[in-house]
């Protein structure tokens, strides 16, 4: 079992930056695919980034790309989304997903793909 925890959102003007960051346990973070989905009221979650198990290969959604960038630390157990640039339709709960067991360089982009989700966190650009 995997627990995926997100946190760093907040309130932020457009135009400023937040860093979402994403803990997962287990000791077998470094075989996780991991994974940033937003979802915006009423609507279902879409994807925003993924990053395969070795940080070598990293997909954004078209609506990110230039602006939000993904990374990860296996030495830790994190995932990072850095977010500049922020939009006000960029206003959502962010989720953290992990698929465990990984031991390729794949990588996926669809919800149905992911195993372990966090709670979410917010992020509302607003001036």
């Known amino acids: 079992q995997v627990q995926v925890a997100e946190s760093g959102g907040g309130l932020v003007q457009p135009g400023g930056s937040l860093r979402l960051s994403c803990a997962a346990s287990?000791?077998?973070?470094?075989?996780?695919?991991m994974a940033w989905f937003r979802q915006f009221p009423g609507k279902e979650r879409e994807f925003v980034s993924a990053i395969n198990r070795f940080g070598s290969d990293i997909e954004y959604a078209d609506s990110v790309k230039g602006r939000f960038s993904m990374s990860r630390d296996n030495a830790k157990n994190m995932a990072f989304l850095q977010m500049n640039g922020l939009k006000p339709e960029d206003t959502a709960v962010y989720y953290c997903?992990?698929?465990?067991?990984?031991?390729?360089?794949?990588?996926?982009?669809?919800?149905?793909?992911?195993?372990?989700w966090g709670q979410g966190t917010q992020v509302t650009v607003s001036s």
């Open positions: 287990g000791r077998t973070f470094s075989s996780n695919v």
């Open positions: 997903a992990a698929r465990t067991g990984i031991f390729s360089g794949m990588i996926y982009l669809s919800a149905a793909d992911y195993e372990y």
